[in-house]
Nanobody
Framework: QVQLVESGGGLVQAGGSLRLSCAAS????????MGWFRQAPGKERDVVAA????????YYADSVKGRFTISRDNAKNTVYLQMNSLKPEDTAVYYC????????????????????WGQGTQVTVSS
């Protein structure tokens, strides 16, 4: 079992920045690929970014490319999402997710591909 706890959400003006953190506990973090998803009211939970367990490969949704950066520190069992140039349409609850994988280089972008989820952290971007 892996427990995930997100932090760092909040209210920010458009154009501002936030850094989300997701702390993992319970198993060997470095063997887990990680992802960040978001869900706005009335919408589905969609992938924002994903990272392999080595940290060497990443994926970004088109809507956040060039603005968001996913990274991880396996020594601290933490994955981060740096969000810059925030827009009102980035407003959502952000979730981190984890799945165990033998592959150092694989990332995953499907909701159903992840085994563990955090409780979520609210990000609100005002115009």
């Amino acid at each position: 079992q892996v427990q995930l706890v997100e932090s760092g959400g909040g209210l920010v003006q458009a154009g501002g920045s936030l850094r989300l953190s997701c702390a993992a506990s319970g198993r060997t973090f470095s063997s887990y690929a990680m992802g960040w998803f978001r869900q706005a009211p009335g919408k589905e939970r969609d992938v924002v970014a994903a990272i392999s367990w080595s940290g060497g490969r990443t994926y970004y949704a088109d809507s956040v490319k060039g603005r968001f950066t996913i990274s991880r520190d396996n020594a601290k069992n933490t994955v981060y999402l740096q969000m810059n140039s925030l827009k009102p349409e980035d407003t959502a609850v952000y979730y981190c997710a984890a799945r165990e994988t033998p592959s150092r280089t694989s990332w995953y972008r499907g909701r159903d591909e992840y085994e563990y989820w955090g409780q979520g952290t609210q990000v609100t971007v005002s115009s």
